[in-house]
């Protein structure tokens, strides 16, 4: 099981749209509707925001979306606001009953 | 209020063996996967392996399978992560979860709840 692929950074100004990518294989990402994200600001733990693919946890703002394509899910932030600055991690079932994350990418309100 | 809270920081020299716990409230314990997931200083979430309390099922990332043991102990709504011989590379911060949609397949469903951490340190 190799890490899913995430960019290291991302960046948008308040009020607009950014998109994370996460980009497995068909052993994973591609084979599977079992994608979730993960909020994380620092020192804290991780706070879920996306599951199944594209389903938002009672709570989570529907300025965040979820998408799949071939083996690459997003996830989507609209209408960026400052306190959505933090880590991002996305997580996918890979057969054999585990899940692998990706590497999380740092998004920068600027 | 369902939460899982774990035991605190712990310094252990290399060679030593090491026990971490996290316990649940709130909610029915045995009924929903608890899994545990490293993150190394600086580094990302690495998903360590999962358990179901009312029947000790447990899965292993091939990384971790080997490496260490996770267990449980429903009685008390606690499950555990332990090593037998800790070394350097173990020092990280230790996260376990609870996997939704109790009863699902292992590793499908997402973690909607977290514990807050143990930060595990190994140094002689």
């Known amino acids: 099981q190799s890490a899913l692929t995430q960019p290291r950074s991302v960046s948008g100004s308040p009020g607009q749209s950014v998109t994370i990518s996460c980009t497995g294989t068909?052993?994973?990402?591609?084979?599977?509707?079992?994608v979730s994200w993960y909020q994380q600001h620092p020192g804290k733990a991780p706070k879920l925001m996306i599951y199944d693919v594209s389903k938002r946890p009672s709570g989570v703002p529907d300025r965040f979306s979820g998408s799949k394509s071939g083996n690459t899910a997003s996830l989507t932030i609209s209408g960026l606001q400052a306190e959505d600055e933090s880590d991002y991690y996305c997580c996918s079932y890979a057969g054999n009953y585990t899940c692998v994350f990706g590497g999380g990418t740092k998004l920068t309100v600027l | 209020e369902v939460q899982l809270v774990q035991s605190g920081a712990v310094v252990k020299k290399p060679g030593e063996s090491l026990k971490i716990s996290c316990k649940g409230s709130?909610?029915?314990?045995?009924?929903?996967?608890i899994g545990w997931v490293r993150q190394m200083p600086g580094k990302g979430l690495e998903w360590m392996g999962i358990?179901?309390?009312?029947?000790?099922?447990?899965r292993y990332s091939p990384s971790f399978q080997g490496q260490v043991t996770i267990s449980v102990d429903k009685s008390i709504s606690t499950a555990y992560l332990q090593w037998s011989s800790v070394k350097a590379s173990d020092t990280a911060m230790y996260y376990c979860?609870?996997?939704?949609?109790?009863?699902?397949?292992?590793?499908?469903?997402?973690?909607?709840?977290w514990g807050q951490g143990t930060m595990v340190t190994v140094s002689s």
């Open positions: 358990i179901y309390p009312d029947d000790s099922d447990t």
């Open positions: 709130g909610y029915s314990f045995a009924t929903y996967w």
């Open positions: 979860a609870r996997q939704k949609g109790g009863g699902a397949v292992a590793g499908i469903d997402a973690f909607d709840v």
């Open positions: 068909s052993s994973d990402v591609g084979g599977y509707n079992y």
